[in-house]
């Protein structure tokens, strides 16, 4: 394989894309399909993010990049998890991220254990037999009340490691830094490298 120039996202969600095309190896375009849904049957983010590879590989038959991510809270015994983008929708009614991480601090009221963490589970998959796969985390706590305004999803509720921000209260450079998905891609952007480098 030549250098990687392009890379499809096997997702419809635009902040993702626009996080992911940050976060991945500079020269490289983030393709989004026309139209993207896939049933994630999985039982896990990877099982999910695989998934979602292998249905859009078999579609565009180029290398593809899938995503599976959420937020892991210890007192709800790990939801919302695998279906943290899901959370509190019901069939026909889909919650706003707003509704829903406020659905969230509503089912932890009184709760004074408040960890938890951002998982991401990120694959890339060249051909069928040629996979890629880095799954990582970012701990973190439950805040009492929403903060901040940049990021996407849970981030105003999520307060990063020790400290008393929220993920939507830093700037893209630092969440990049810090996130779960920045964490994978970095150790898939090293991936990509040593394959280009190989194959010169």
């Known amino acids: 394989m030549s250098r990687i120039e392009?890379?499809?996202?096997?997702?419809?969600?635009?902040?993702?894309?626009?996080?992911?095309?940050?976060?991945?190896?500079?020269?490289?375009?983030?393709?989004?399909p026309s139209s993207f849904e896939v049933e994630e049957g999985g039982d896990s983010f990877l099982s999910n993010a695989l998934i979602k590879a292998r249905a859009l590989y078999d579609i565009?038959?180029?290398p593809v990049l899938a995503d599976d991510s959420g937020l892991v809270v210890d007192a709800l015994g790990g939801r919302p998890g695998i279906h943290t983008a899901r959370y509190g929708c019901t069939p026909g009614h889909k919650l706003t991220s707003q509704e829903q991480y406020s659905l969230l601090l509503k089912e932890m009221e009184g709760q004074s254990a408040r960890s938890a963490r951002f998982v991401s589970a990120c694959v890339l998959m060249l051909s069928p037999e040629r996979i890629f796969i880095a799954q990582e985390t970012v701990e973190?706590?439950?805040?009492?009340?929403?903060?901040?305004?940049?990021?996407?999803?849970?981030d105003p509720i999520f307060l990063?490691?020790?400290?008393?921000?929220?993920?939507?209260?830093?700037?893209?450079?630092?969440?990049?830094?810090?996130?779960?998905?920045?964490?994978?891609?970095?150790?898939?952007n090293a991936v990509i490298e040593e394959i280009e480098s190989e194959e010169e």
């Open 6 to 32: 392009r890379i499809y996202f096997a997702s419809s969600n635009g902040h993702k894309k626009a996080e992911m095309e940050r976060l991945i190896k500079s020269g490289i375009e983030i393709v989004l």
């Open 60 to 62: 565009v038959k180029a």
């Open 140 to 154: 973190g706590r439950i805040a009492h009340e929403a903060r901040g305004s940049h990021g996407f999803g849970y």
């Open 160 to 188: 990063v490691g020790d400290g008393e921000l929220s993920m939507a209260e830093l700037s893209d450079s630092q969440k990049d830094s810090l996130s779960h998905r920045g964490r994978a891609m970095r150790r898939l």
